[in-house]
């Protein structure tokens, strides 16, 4: 199983980007799903999640309303759509997946697979 994160950058304050996490070995859509983010000198965080039947979304409260999760079953791939970035969203962002939830879908320790993390730098 691999999860291939991609699309960070730099950008302005109230600028975009698009994350995107590639998943080769499994099908995606059967799997739960996950963004999280590690700002430097702290510790890994959820952001957001996609149920891997419902589709439903999960966001951490300090990016919803500005991040949107989303998954294309046809390219086995789920995307993180992040408007309105703030520098406190300054992180490394790693895409995770777990078939089933066997703990809190908000904690790292749940999921069983990661992709290798892509640095968002946003700059004031």
């Known amino acids: 199983v691999q999860l291939q994160a991609s699309g960070g950058g730099l950008v302005q304050a109230g600028g975009s980007l698009r994350l995107s996490c590639a998943a080769s070995?499994?099908?995606?859509?059967?799997?739960?799903m996950a963004w999280f983010r590690q700002p430097p000198g702290k510790e890994r965080e959820f952001a957001a999640r996609?149920?891997?039947?419902?589709?439903?979304?999960y966001y951490a409260a300090s990016v919803r309303g500005r991040f949107t999760i989303s998954r294309d079953n046809a390219k086995n791939t789920v995307y993180l759509q992040m408007n309105s970035l703030k520098p406190e969203d300054t992180a490394v962002y790693y895409c995770?997946?777990?078939?089933?939830?066997?703990?809190?879908?908000?904690?790292?320790?749940?999921?069983?697979?990661w992709g290798q993390g892509t640095q968002v730098t946003v700059s004031s």
């Open positions: 996609i149920g891997w039947s419902s589709g439903i979304t």
């Open positions: 995770a997946a777990v078939r089933a939830l066997r703990g809190p879908y908000y904690s790292p320790q749940t999921y069983d697979y």
């Open positions: 070995g499994l099908t995606s859509s059967d799997y739960n």
